[in-house]
């Protein structure tokens, strides 16, 4: 009888087979899982080491004018200058800022109807002296003799008292505490509709004065202090970049007594702010701090603080924004050198090219 040979497959292959499927299956899951995993990992590396990049700079308010510093003459100026920073040299702060426009004030059939309630609000109750069109001057004689001068277009305001030459003022040392002090301010300012939005949440920079020879001097504690000085600045850009004016003070600078109490609280008070639209907002190229160190050092910056007058040792560098104390069209950032001796100086931050040219000094 012919035998019969069987060529399928048996249960030992079949089961053989299955068990390599299995191994192979788990393998080619595992390296996929793996792979993924991996594959994740580099191109989010990738992505992070190497970001695309950014759209270029909006430049949407076209050409710029150019940053009008006060006139200053060589003379305002040290004779040189010495960079030692911490890294020993300029920082970097990126290819481009913002720029944000200021609209001036125009002339209103209201205007001197509110100039008026505002001089009320603060106790000047007779009629104002007008000097011109634009500015009006109240006076009162309690409880001491005071003076408010208002551009009513503008309505940029100085305060001023006889406050220097009263000794009862000088011999009440019971000043407020800063916080007290920079309230008041605010409140001030509320009352006349002057408190911006932009101001309003500023913790304000104090310091205590003496008067020394009929001269206001820094004290160096509160009970050497016959009053406080309050400046107030606009909230920083994002969070991050101070406002600066021509000569270092507050767009807001108050003068606290501690022998009156609100109002007349207030000695001297000068008011020098114009509104921002911070939604009109535009980025610009930044020339580097080494270009604007440069600029500084051939003379062309401005100084506000000369320091000693003869050598500025720059200690630190920052991107900050210039605030004028005249009407200006945009607020545009500058590079602010910081040095001995309470020495300060500022070069327009901006590419040059983005900005007319004009005698303006840094340009």
């Not at 001269?215 to 909230?235: K, T």
Request: proline share 7%; glycine share 6%.
């Amino acid at each position: 009888m012919p035998t019969t040979t069987n060529t399928g497959p048996n249960l030992t292959m079949v089961a053989f087979l299955g068990r390599q499927a299995v191994k192979f299956g788990a393998i080619a899951v595992v390296a996929l899982i793996v792979g993924r995993t991996m594959f994740s990992a580099f191109s989010a590396y990738w992505k992070a080491t190497h970001p695309p990049p950014p759209p270029p700079p909006t430049v949407g308010f076209g050409l710029l004018p150019a940053i009008t510093f006060p006139e200053q003459s060589s003379e305002d100026k040290p004779a040189s200058y010495t960079l030692e920073t911490a890294t020993g040299t300029t920082p970097n702060f990126g290819d481009r800022a913002k720029v944000f426009f200021m609209p001036r004030s125009s002339p209103s059939l209201l205007a001197d109807e509110d100039a008026r309630k505002r001089a009320a609000n603060l106790d000047f109750l007779f009629d104002p002296q007008i000097l011109d069109e634009r500015t009006y001057r109240w006076t009162k004689s309690k409880p001491i003799e005071s003076t408010l001068e208002m551009d009513i277009q503008t309505n940029r305001l100085e305060l001023t008292t006889d406050f220097l030459s009263r000794p009862e003022l000088l011999a009440d040392k019971d000043l407020p505490d800063t916080f007290k002090a920079v309230s008041q301010v605010k409140s001030y300012l509320q009352r006349a509709q002057l408190l911006s939005s932009d101001m309003a949440t500023v913790a304000g920079k104090t310091k205590f004065l003496k008067v020394v020879g009929g001269e206001l001097e820094e004290a160096v504690s509160v009970s050497d202090a016959n009053f406080i000085q309050v400046d107030l600045f606009r909230n920083p850009i994002d969070g991050r970049y101070q406002m600066y004016t021509p000569n270092g003070r507050g767009s807001v600078e108050a003068i606290v007594t501690g022998a009156f109490d609100n109002n007349d609280g207030i000695v001297r008070l000068n008011y020098d702010y114009q509104p921002v639209e911070y939604a009109q907002v535009h980025t610009y190229p930044l020339r580097s701090s080494q270009a604007a160190w440069k600029v500084l050092q051939a003379g062309e910056g401005y100084i506000a603080n000369p320091g000693n007058g003869q050598q500025a040792v720059i200690r630190d560098i920052y991107l900050g924004y210039f605030d004028s104390f005249d009407e200006q069209d945009y607020l545009q950032p500058i590079y602010v050198f910081e040095g001995d001796d309470g020495f300060l100086g500022y070069v327009p931050a901006l590419d040059q090219q983005y900005v007319s040219q004009s005698t303006a000094d840094g340009n």
